[in-house]
């Protein structure tokens, strides 16, 4: 007992020895790790930078910002979509079969098929569980609707979705889901909306679903490429491919808007987003969920400005240059040079804010217009109809617009040197073309079939359709030329380009 008494008193000596060199060796710098380095001494903050008290108004915001942004994000949605595309197979080896070995299959020893995906964003707008999308995202490069539709909660549920309507020219969808518990978002009016507005755009931008950028309204009323009779707004929220379908949301966490297009030189954002107005989408939505189609409002005036909104400055009235034949116009004895100022008691600026008002319009619904004529103001009531499904056909061209007959080109005949698109290459754009490009049967323009590999316009491809420059119609060689002519090589020129089934814009800076 004695030696084991012994034995512990020498290992407690020892241990107490052992901590009290180590004490010693740790508070005059002694102790080494075993690379022979020494620890470093340090001290987190402990005070923030800023006294809370004296950015209560931004906690506020931030407490705001994240209290909305919880509210809306369930009611936002990532559709993803999938359509089969059947490859025609001419030899014995397929070079997809090493690159996809898990997408084919054979319908027969000579055919097989790929499946091609693609992510959009869409918003829940009904308690039945319809969902605004934008046309683009269910529908393949031909416009043909794509073979199945998944769209994904906030919550991780992933639902089939039924298309139940679309309009490839207005650029919006209905889908429908079957969920007794959504949460729908309310539309906003979005004729209230103004420049310097806040708004968030929620989606799902190459495939990151949920993710929530924030900025202003840049503008509104800008024209609408792929839809004659509406306008968008303009936002510099960020807003990248998949964010096609996904709201834009005020303050109040309304939908003021379904973003669609941006205008960019990268294909990313740079601050340029479009989205289609509230109000166009509820028309819309209202008329497929009713009709199962758009049903567009018709007056059946001409101006003698350009249809596709040249006449963009605010006049304080659209003068009529023609009435058609049959047209509500007519019935109410609208005469040309007649000045019409107000539409159903709502100011009219400029022909496009016309228009957008008559499309919008419910059928059948007399209306009073309040025009000027010979200095004179008075008041005609008609009633609005259905566009005719010939309408773009039966129009009266304006006086000094009737078309001109095109000298024969010459090889080579391109825009002079000087031009910013000197670059470009272009040929007339023939029906057969526009058929092996799988183009809308809507598309005027030139097509490009060049592009110099030194221009710097790299975004621009061969088969590309070119439909307006600045805003400015492109039908021939000749308007290209003509426009192509005029422009400042100093400055960035806007390009609208059709390719396949999808229209962008396309900004080239100068070089």
Excluded: W
Aim: with cysteine; net charge neutral; glycine share 8%.
């Amino acid at each position: 007992m004695k030696n084991l008494a012994k034995f512990l008193l020498f290992v407690l000596l020892l241990s107490a020895g052992i901590s009290l060199l180590y004490d010693y060796r740790l508070k005059h710098g002694g102790l080494k790790f075993a690379s022979g380095r020494t620890p470093e001494k340090y001290t987190f903050a402990s005070e923030p930078a800023v006294n809370p008290k004296q950015v209560a108004s931004l906690e506020s915001l931030n407490r705001e910002r994240r209290a909305l942004v919880k509210s809306v994000v369930p009611s936002v949605v990532a559709v993803k979509t999938s359509t089969k595309v059947a490859i025609r197979r001419e030899y014995g080896v397929d070079p997809f079969e090493f690159f996809f070995p898990n997408q084919r299959r054979f319908r027969n020893p000579r055919d097989e098929e790929l499946v091609q995906n693609s992510l959009g964003s869409g918003v829940i707008v009904t308690n039945e569980g319809h969902i605004i999308t934008n046309n683009h995202v269910v529908t393949d490069r031909q416009g043909r609707p794509v073979d199945q539709i998944e769209v994904q909660l906030a919550d991780g549920q992933t639902k089939k979705a039924r298309l139940v309507g679309a309009d490839e020219q207005v650029d919006l969808a209905v889908l429908k889901i079957d969920d007794p518990g959504v949460k729908p978002l309310k539309l906003a009016d979005s004729d209230m909306v103004q420049p310097g507005d806040f708004v968030f755009a929620i989606g799902n931008p190459l495939g990151f679903e949920e993710t929530v950028t924030d900025g202003i309204i840049s503008s509104k009323g800008r024209p609408n490429r792929s839809d004659a009779f509406a306008d968008l707004l303009q936002t510099n929220a960020a807003i990248n491919p998949g964010n096609s379908g996904g709201p834009l949301i005020n303050l109040r966490g309304e939908v003021i808007g379904i973003n669609t297009a941006i205008a960019s030189t990268t294909g990313g954002s740079q601050g340029l987003g479009f989205a289609i107005p509230s109000n166009t989408v509820r028309s819309a939505l209202e008329s497929l969920l009713k009709q199962g189609r758009i049903i567009r409002g018709y007056l059946g005036i001409q101006t003698g400005a350009s249809q596709r909104g040249a006449d963009d400055s605010d006049t304080g009235g659209v003068t009529v240059g023609e009435v058609l034949s049959g047209s509500p116009a007519e019935q109410a004895g609208l005469q040309p040079g007649d000045v019409i100022r107000k539409f159903d008691g709502r100011d009219v600026k400029n022909f496009r804010a016309l228009r957008t008002l008559v499309a919008e319009a419910p059928l059948d619904k007399q209306v009073e217009l309040q025009i000027v004529r010979n200095g004179k103001p008075f008041t005609v009531k008609t009633q609005i109809k259905e566009q005719p499904v010939d309408y773009e056909s039966a129009r009266v061209l304006p006086r000094g617009n009737q078309p001109q007959p095109q000298a024969p080109r010459q090889p080579n005949d391109q825009e002079t040197v000087d031009s910013p698109l000197v670059s470009i290459h272009v040929d007339e754009l023939t029906p057969e073309s526009a058929r092996q490009l799988d183009l809308p049967p809507n598309v005027q323009g030139v097509l490009v079939t060049d592009v110099d590999p030194d221009s710097g316009v790299a975004e621009l491809q061969k088969g590309d359709v070119i439909e307006e420059i600045n805003q400015q119609p492109v039908t021939s060689i000749s308007d290209y030329k003509k426009i192509a002519g005029s422009l400042d090589p100093d400055q960035p020129q806007v390009l609208f380009v059709c390719r396949h089934r999808a229209r962008s814009f396309l900004v080239l800076r100068p070089r």
